[in-house]
């Protein structure tokens, strides 16, 4: 994983475009991987967007493990948040964004109805590292047709605002948020969820990863989906490899029985899983 580096040049760059942006919006939704609930986040999310108010969104929920999803959401929550699960993909999920939104801001707009302000569209922005879903995200919520709401006031020139509906504004996305791989760990865990271009990682080395994590939080899984005894799976993870490589037919081809393996995971064949595990996170 040594290939995989952090830009802090990008990072201070995006975090500026951020922080100027803000003032323009009531709300911030921040997106995150459901599988991967705190690996996938900016460490410096806190900071950048300090009071402003939040929608938590845990993308590609159907693919994470429903129980540790919602021990996360009770995670984001005890922090504040609102959350909502939601797979942008297959549109679940993104109708009850608006709702979510208003009971974020709920004591914002009942103190604008106490002073007589008139409604209007709630306007956001959506935050989140590369690949987590956000060009998915804002497509379903603006539609194919992307209605560009104009310049407001006060807003520098050149800023464009999408409208989703009649309740919803989206602000440009702003610069890209990476992530900081703080130890091994986090870089491996969004690589194998194919955060990471494939490029820069082993394939070989994820697919072991993903043997060893698998077998480890979720037996069974692999014996089903490969037709192996419990004690194949039991055994080493290199080991379960050159099985698995024999059973499928791929002989000592081992880079084709890794890409097969990883993409498996990524897809879901293998079913749902969450590589952030709740209880081993200090919450």
Not at 38 to 50: A, E, F, G, V, Y
Not at 101 to 118: F, T
């Amino acid at each position: 994983m040594s290939t995989i580096q952090w830009f802090p040049g990008h990072m201070a760059k995006a975090r500026r475009e951020v922080s100027e942006k803000l003032k323009f919006v009531d709300i911030v939704f921040e997106l995150v991987d459901a599988r991967l609930p705190i690996s996938s986040r900016n460490p410096m999310m806190d900071q950048i967007i300090q009071q402003k108010p939040r929608l938590v969104l845990l993308n590609k929920a159907d693919l994470a493990d429903p129980h540790q999803t919602k021990l996360w959401q009770g995670y984001f929550q005890k922090k504040g948040f609102v959350t909502l699960a939601i797979n942008a993909q297959d549109n679940k999920g993104v109708k009850n964004i608006v709702p979510s939104a208003k009971q974020a801001l709920k004591e914002k707009i009942e103190r604008n109805k106490a002073r007589g302000i008139k409604p209007r569209a709630i306007r956001a922005m959506v935050i989140g590292i590369p690949n987590v879903g956000k060009s998915t995200l804002m497509n379903r919520l603006v539609g194919k047709k992307i209605a560009q709401t104009g310049n407001k006031p006060g807003v520098t020139k050149g800023q464009q605002w999408l409208r989703s509906g009649t309740e919803l504004e989206l602000l440009d996305t702003p610069g890209i948020l990476w992530p900081k791989f703080e130890d091994e760990q986090i870089g491996k865990r969004l690589a194998l969820t194919g955060a990471i271009k494939d490029q820069l990682i082993h394939l070989d080395d994820m697919a072991l990863y993903g043997l060893d994590f698998f077998a480890r939080y979720y037996p069974g899984r692999l014996s089903e989906r490969y037709q192996l005894t419990e004690e194949q799976e039991k055994g080493l993870a290199p080991e379960l490899l050159m099985t698995i490589s024999q059973k499928r037919g791929f002989r000592d081809d081992y880079d084709r029985a890794s890409e097969m393996l990883v993409f498996e995971i990524r897809s879901g064949k293998l079913g749902t899983y969450t590589l952030d595990r709740y209880e081993e996170y200090e919450v």
